[in-house]
């Protein structure tokens, strides 16, 4: 059975950083894309960064946010920095065996973790 566990998450000021991490069990996803994505209340779940054989970011964190992935420990990161109110969501990891180009898409993960709440006051 798989299983995507994040932690990391919390309550931060405007400005300041926080990392989320997803630990991967039952399966070795290293041949898998992982996503971190996010869903505010009253809207839908939305991308945030993936990682396969690259590197995937919506537009509203580029620059700020950094996927990474360390293989040994089947965990993937979601870097955090220079928070905004605006980035307040529960955060989900997913993974996944995904077409190449399709990573962004919330359809192409069958496997997602139980979510991280992140709160970001101003």
């Known amino acids: 059975q798989v299983q995507l566990v994040e932690s990391g998450g919390g309550l931060v000021q405007a400005g300041g950083p926080l990392r989320l991490s997803c630990a991967a069990s039952?399966?070795?996803?290293?041949?898998?894309?992982m996503g971190w994505f996010r869903q505010a209340p009253g809207k839908e779940r939305e991308f945030v960064a993936a990682i396969s054989w690259t590197t995937y970011y919506a537009d509203s964190v580029k620059g700020r946010f950094t996927i990474s992935k360390d293989a040994a420990k089947n965990t993937v990161y979601l870097q955090m920095n220079s928070l905004k109110p605006e980035d307040t969501a529960v955060y989900y990891c997913a993974g996944d065996r995904v077409v190449t180009g399709y990573e962004t898409r919330v359809t192409s993960y069958g496997y997602w973790g139980q979510g991280t709440q992140v709160t970001v006051s101003s």
């Open positions: 039952g399966r070795t996803f290293s041949r898998y894309a």
